[in-house]
């Protein structure tokens, strides 16, 4: 069965610091697709990246980089220099390809960034 | 650019009342899902669509219900309202196709109390 699990439930950094946000995933499917989303205080649920099961290359955009693994069933998610803004819960989620789109999601990390 | 819309944000409800989520989207995907959202478990599948006249049972359907006449709306329903209902709903679509996952689109939510 697919399951997604982030068993940092709350983190807390100051201003600046780094932080990674984890997430294992569990799945029997050769294809599928790794999602993280933000989830700020306003609560709408903001699309940060999608990866592709045959695609580990690790990825960067500005402060957010992510590393793939497929050894450990891995897919965590670093902020460099946090900064306030990042203050929100994140989701990671997991999709099989059912061609039904459908995402399973982890518990999600509160992450708390003070100044 | 309104993108995946949802009415009502907020709503009381007394027990064993009903009620009609709504949720439209105007970017033309045929994928669609409602799902819920209660603290600290993540957000769980109640219902999906790939398409008008298709609707499918997602992880927790229980006490819901869900038509899809338009590739434009996609409504839920709750019937005889329950404390175990009191949640955050969320609507979303996708532009998934058969071999491509794509990314859901997220309403602003719907904050559902009942009481």
């Known amino acids: 069965a697919q399951k997604v699990t982030q068993a940092q439930t709350e983190i807390s950094v100051v201003e600046k610091e780094d932080v990674t946000l984890d997430c294992v995933y569990e799945?029997?499917?050769?294809?599928?697709?790794l999602f993280w989303y933000k989830q700020p205080p306003s609560g709408e649920l903001v699309f940060l990246i999608r990866?592709?099961?045959?695609?580990?290359q690790n990825e960067i955009s500005g402060r957010y980089s992510w590393n793939f693994q497929k050894s450990t069933s891995s897919f965590n998610f670093t902020i460099t220099a946090s900064q306030v803004v990042d203050s929100a819960v994140y989701f990671c989620a997991l999709s099989e390809n059912s061609n039904t789109g459908k995402l399973i999601f982890g518990q999600g990390t509160t992450l708390q960034v003070k100044p | 650019n309104a993108g995946v819309t949802q009415t009502p944000k907020f709503r009381i409800l007394k027990i064993g009342q009903s009620m009609t989520l709504q949720c439209a989207q105007d970017?033309?995907?045929?994928?669609m899902y409602w799902y819920r959202q209660d603290p600290g478990m993540g957000l769980k599948l109640i219902y999906y669509s790939v398409g008008a006249g298709i609707t499918d049972k997602g992880e927790v359907p229980n006490g819901y219900n869900v038509s899809r006449s338009t590739t434009e709306d996609f409504p839920l329903r709750l019937e005889l309202a329950a404390p175990s209902q009191t949640s955050v709903y969320f609507c979303?679509?996708?532009?998934?196709?058969?071999?491509?996952?794509?990314?859901?689109?997220f309403g602003e939510g719907s904050r559902l109390t009942v009481l």
């Open positions: 970017m033309n995907h045929n994928y």
């Open positions: 799945t029997r499917d050769t294809t599928y697709y």
């Open positions: 990866r592709n099961s045959f695609d580990e």
């Open positions: 979303a679509s996708s532009k998934t196709s058969a071999v491509n996952t794509g990314e859901l689109f």
